[in-house]
């Protein structure tokens, strides 16, 4: 597709979701993504559905993470423990904008694809690597999924389990979420490093891990912790200490939970009061005034809890509908696809694999002119291993051939 990143080429020598998934973004937006995988096995996602994880039975379902962190590249199996397929991969950095990886540092140094390793081959390429826990420090040779750096080192994890789960950790709400989150940072890096270079002709080394992302993402949380001197966790309902009874979610007949996070709470209670259709709580001596509301924040409270228990969850959502307020429907990862915001907007798109078996995906989250990426599917595992050396490389037939022989490439 055309769109922001056209002309842009990218060379990943990366698997699994977090780094992945940040080219998978640029190609969305444009980018030609040339995907390096080890030679015999390919990107280790791709063993998921090998072991039948994935499946559900069906042999040809869709590998919708795979597709989901490898839409839109192009695969090539390449050895890079041998020198023939190194130099392969500097001939390939020769032809690119960006090289993205998430190897270890002694797995760079060994394989001899390290910053200075890369740019004797092309000065101008902005070097990007992905990892746990940064380049540096004690643990930067330590690999680190999502649910350890981005989820457990970084304070979400303490922050989102209730304190009466003793005896374990919330998890993360879904599979690759810190690593998706993460991608998304890497592919804004990328996008400003190939913004300063276009104006300065300077080449950048980027770096993202999944530690900083989490500490990102926990940021404030972490800042007030350091003002108050205590860490941030969740703490067991309070209502006794309630100051506003619009923040915060109610249970409706059918135990859903509507939210709400009304700041200002004295200016939308007569809307709410309308709502509900309980006009005369407008002028209720309790309520009828900032001070008064915030006072009697419970009783408040306890009447909404009366009134959203009396109704189902979707009748709440039509009554809501013209409310002024700020409120949400508390949605499961189903529903969201069926929300009208989503459908309006193209948040889901579609695609199919390489056996045509149709699948949905998220679109990236970021859209250029009110329309949002379609994503192309992810390639089979080498599957434009012959066109990469021939087109792009310029190789004659017989030296791939030669190569195929030797191992070199898949």
Not at 64 to 78: A, D, M, T
Request: aromatic content about 8%; overall charge negative.
């Amino acid at each position: 597709m055309d769109g922001v990143m056209n002309g842009i080429r990218i060379l990943e020598v990366a698997e699994h979701t977090f780094v992945p998934a940040a080219s998978a973004v640029l190609a969305d937006w444009g980018a030609d993504v040339v995907k390096v995988e080890h030679v015999t096995r390919g990107d280790a996602m791709r063993g998921l559905m090998a072991t039948g994880v994935m499946n559900f039975g069906d042999p040809d379902a869709p590998h919708v993470l795979l597709e989901h962190s490898n839409r839109g590249k192009r695969s090539i199996g390449l050895d890079l423990s041998t020198e023939e397929g190194v130099e392969i991969l500097y001939k390939l950095a020769e032809h690119a904008d960006v090289f993205l990886t998430n190897k270890l540092p002694k797995v760079l140094k060994a394989l001899k694809i390290e910053v200075e390793d890369i740019r004797k081959h092309n000065p101008n390429i902005i070097y990007v690597r992905g990892t746990g826990y940064g380049p540096l420090g004690p643990d930067a040779d330590r690999g680190g999924y999502d649910i350890l750096g981005y989820w457990c080192r970084s304070g979400l994890a303490v922050a989102n389990t209730p304190p009466e789960l003793v005896d374990r950790i919330n998890a993360q709400p879904g599979p690759a979420y810190g690593d998706s989150i993460g991608a998304m940072t890497i592919a804004g890096g990328i996008s400003a490093a190939l913004l300063h270079r276009e104006r300065t002709g300077e080449a950048k080394v980027v770096d993202v891990s999944l530690m900083a992302t989490g500490m990102w993402a926990m940021g404030a949380g972490i800042a007030l912790s350091l003002q108050m001197g205590f860490p941030f966790k969740q703490t067991p309902p309070n209502r006794s200490m309630l100051r506003n009874p619009l923040v915060g979610g109610y249970r409706t007949k059918d135990s859903r939970f509507i939210f709400f996070s009304c700041l200002q709470a004295f200016q939308y209670w007569p809307d709410m009061c309308r709502v509900l259709g309980r006009p005369e709580l407008v002028t209720d001596e309790r309520f009828n005034s900032h001070e008064n509301l915030m006072q009697n924040a419970l009783a408040a409270a306890e009447i909404l809890d009366a009134e959203f228990a009396a109704k189902d969850f979707n009748e709440w959502k039509s009554i809501l509908s013209d409310f002024k307020g700020q409120w949400a429907p508390v949605q499961d990862s189903l529903e969201v696809v069926q929300d009208p915001q989503t459908v309006a907007n193209g948040y889901v798109v579609q695609s199919a694999n390489a056996q045509g078996k149709p699948y949905s995906l998220v679109a990236t989250p970021v859209q250029f002119d009110g329309k949002p990426s379609q994503p192309r599917r992810a390639p089979e595992f080498n599957e434009h291993g012959d066109e990469i050396l021939t087109d792009l490389l310029g190789m004659e037939w017989d030296a791939v051939v030669d190569l195929k022989v030797k191992g070199v490439v898949a």
